[in-house]
Structures are given as structure tokens and as C-alpha cells.
């Protein structure tokens, strides 16, 4: 399984950015597509996950109304809508992967940084 992520960047506070995840290498029928994010010197933390079947959506707090994840099954690719962007943003984003009835994840991408000036 590959999961390529891209479109971090730099932006100012109340910014939008867009990431996509593009998977690839296996079916992702019945698997729980997700982004996660670090932060310097903090651990990593969710951030939001999109069911593969369905789009059943959830949402770390910090983010809610303000992020929208989505997924293109023609495509194969998980995109992350950043609106409303605040400092405390920055992090380096991972997407990831999982099979539904799994409880950690299972694949990871490598990581694209956003880095939120204020």
C-alpha cells in the first residue's frame, strides 16, 4: 500500500489549504481512510477520518467546522479542506489508512508540512 500525501505549504492565519492522499496498491472496500497530525515536540495526534464505503465522516474537536475530509473512490484519493487556519495548525500531516475493523491504523503516508504564520 502506498498513500502519497501532498499540499502543505506555507500560509497565513485564516488561510485554506487543501491536501490530497492519493492510495494506491490495494482495494480500500471496507477501510477507514484518515489524516493525523504532529506537531513539533508533541505527539501525534487524529485529526479526521472518512469511512470507504459509506463517507461516514469524524472529527477531532480542535477541527470541527473548520476541516472537511472527502474521498474520491474514481480517483482513489483523500482530501483534507483546511479552512479557517490558526497557528496551532502547524504540524506535519500524515494520511492514513485502516481496515475497518482494525482499531490502529494500518498503512502510512509520508508526511507534508503546514506551517500556519500569524
Known amino acids: 500500500v502506498q498513500l502519497q500525501a501532498s499540499g502543505g505549504g506555507l500560509v497565513q492565519a485564516g488561510d485554506s489549504l487543501r491536501l490530497s492522499c492519493a492510495a494506491s496498491?490495494?482495494?480500500?472496500?471496507?477501510?477507514?481512510m484518515g489524516w493525523f497530525r504532529q506537531a513539533p515536540g508533541k505527539e501525534r495526534e487524529f485529526v479526521a477520518e472518512?469511512?470507504?464505503?459509506?463517507?461516514?465522516?469524524n472529527y477531532a474537536d480542535s477541527v470541527k467546522g473548520r476541516f472537511t475530509i472527502s474521498r474520491d473512490k474514481a480517483k482513489n484519493t483523500v482530501d483534507l479542506q483546511m479552512n479557517a487556519l490558526k497557528s496551532e495548525d502547524t504540524a506535519v500531516y500524515y494520511c492514513?489508512?485502516?481496515?475497518?475493523?482494525?482499531?490502529?491504523?494500518?498503512?502510512w503516508g509520508q508526511g507534508t508540512l503546514v506551517t500556519v504564520s500569524s
Open positions: 492514513s489508512a485502516r481496515r475497518s475493523q482494525s482499531r490502529s491504523v494500518n498503512w
Open positions: 496498491g490495494r482495494t480500500f472496500t471496507n477501510h477507514v
Open positions: 472518512i469511512t470507504w464505503n459509506l463517507g461516514s465522516t
